[in-house]
């Protein structure tokens, strides 16, 4: 038989009932406002988000000369673009590395410390087998690196430091040089565990092969250039004065330069026997109406229309009349 409950449980039941919709009431509303939430300061972003636009905008210039670099030397188009421009612990991405790959450790003057460049062994074999005569295949690798496959890699990673030093001619000069390379992760500690990188990660395709490829700044690294990145109005207003300067040079030069001008009443066909036989007073017919435009040349290029008259002296003159645009001049 069920216990049967007194008037002062009942009570207290209902009470308690009460308070736990109360409660959740309480706790919707903290939810709308807003809940407290624990902060690790230890993974607090380090970078701003002016200087990762920067870095994104750095790197998207370098994925493009190295694009260009890479289908000189494989013979083959190749593409490459920034996909992401990512802050996270150093752990955190050493230990997403998969071995064998190839990690390019760097020194980048006036930068702090060292870089890294994480090319994996996908793009790696399928440079080696361009390189060497093959089809760009890319196969899942199982063995290390051979010693000549280590050589042929050092060799073209240098050429692309140099690259990357140029796309950091927007923000500084830079001293790249290569310092070693790796092949496994765990020997490729440049920063502590918990120090904050950013990780750049470009998306290269060459034939039907598509990897990615990762550099690792440290935020020590950046100390130097810190202000730089940081002031994106300094470095757009820089680049600004800068292309404004070379168009202002460009223009004063093209400005003075002298262009042969020549005003063409008509062409006619002669054979090479009358020729021969043309003399002084002899008279050549032309198909040209007296009242239609004659072209004028600048150089051997047509640019406008005019008409012929005379000027004080009994000089003769060409009135422009229009202008020859580009679709005429195809035409």
Same mark, same amino acid.
């Given at each position: 038989?069920s @216990? %049967?409950?007194s008037?002062?449980?009942?009570?207290?039941?209902?009470?308690?009932l009460?308070g736990?919709?109360s409660?959740?009431?309480?706790?919707k509303? *903290?939810?709308k406002k807003?809940?407290?939430? *624990?902060f *690790?300061?230890?993974?607090?972003?380090?970078?701003?988000k002016? @200087?990762m636009?920067?870095?994104?905008?750095?790197?998207e210039?370098?994925?493009?000369?190295?694009?260009?670099?890479?289908s000189g030397?494989m013979?083959?188009?190749?593409e490459?673009?920034?996909?992401s421009?990512?802050? @996270?612990?150093?752990?955190e991405f050493?230990?997403?590395l998969?071995?064998?790959?190839i990690?390019?450790?760097?020194?980048f003057?006036?930068?702090?410390?060292?870089?890294?460049?994480?090319?994996?062994?996908?793009?790696? *074999?399928?440079? &080696?087998?361009r390189v060497?005569?093959g089809?760009a &295949?890319?196969?899942?690798r199982?063995?290390?690196?051979?010693? %000549?496959?280590?050589?042929?890699v050092?060799?073209?990673l240098?050429q692309?430091?140099?690259?990357?030093?140029e796309?950091?001619?927007?923000?500084?000069?830079?001293?790249?040089?290569?310092?070693?390379?790796?092949t496994?992760?765990?020997?490729a500690?440049?920063v502590p565990?918990?120090?904050?990188?950013?990780?750049?990660t470009i998306?290269? &395709?060459i034939r039907e092969?598509?990897?990615?490829?990762?550099?690792?700044i440290? $935020?020590?690294?950046?100390?130097?250039?810190?202000?730089e990145?940081n002031?994106?109005v300094?470095?757009?207003? $820089?680049?600004?004065?800068?292309y404004?300067s $070379? /168009?202002?040079?460009?223009?004063?030069?093209?400005?003075n330069?002298?262009?042969?001008?020549?005003?063409?009443?008509d062409?006619?066909?002669?054979?090479?026997?009358?020729l %021969?036989?043309?003399?002084v007073?002899?008279?050549?017919?032309?198909n040209h109406?007296?009242?239609?435009d004659?072209?004028?040349?600048a /150089?051997h &290029?047509?640019?406008f229309?005019?008409k012929v008259g005379?000027?004080?002296?009994?000089?003769?003159a060409?009135?422009v009349t229009? %202008?020859?645009?580009?679709?005429?001049? $195809?035409e």
């Open positions: 038989m @216990q %049967i409950l008037q002062n449980e009942i009570d207290e039941l209902l009470n308690t009460t736990d919709q409660s959740l009431a309480l706790s509303e *903290d939810e807003g809940r407290v939430r *624990d *690790d300061f230890r993974m607090a972003n380090k970078f701003p002016e @200087q636009r920067t870095l994104r905008v750095v790197f210039g370098f994925a493009r000369s190295m694009a260009t670099h890479l030397v013979r083959t188009v190749c490459a673009e920034v996909v421009v990512e802050e @996270q612990a150093f752990s050493n230990n997403s998969i071995s064998p790959v990690l390019a450790i760097f020194n003057e006036p930068l702090y410390g060292q870089l890294m460049m994480q090319v994996p062994s996908g793009i790696v *074999d399928a440079i &080696i087998s060497f005569g089809k &295949i890319s196969t899942e199982n063995k290390a690196f051979t010693e %000549i496959e280590l050589v042929t050092e060799r073209l240098r692309v430091l140099r690259l990357l030093s796309a950091w001619e927007k923000i500084m000069h830079a001293e790249p040089s290569l310092d070693r390379l790796e496994s992760p765990q020997f500690q440049i565990p918990n120090e904050t990188v950013a990780i750049i998306k290269v &395709i092969m598509v990897d990615l490829i990762n550099i690792c440290p $935020h020590m690294a950046m100390e130097p250039v810190a202000k990145l002031s994106k300094r470095f757009e207003g $820089h680049m600004r004065r800068k404004e $070379h /168009e202002g040079t460009i223009t004063q030069r093209l400005a330069t002298e262009v042969t001008l020549h005003a063409v009443l062409e006619t066909v002669a054979s090479v026997n009358d %021969i036989n043309l003399q007073g002899d008279v050549v017919c032309l109406g007296v009242n239609r004659i072209t004028v040349m /150089e &290029i047509p640019k229309k005019g005379m000027v004080g002296g009994g000089r003769f060409v009135r229009d %202008i020859i645009k580009e679709e005429r001049e $195809h």
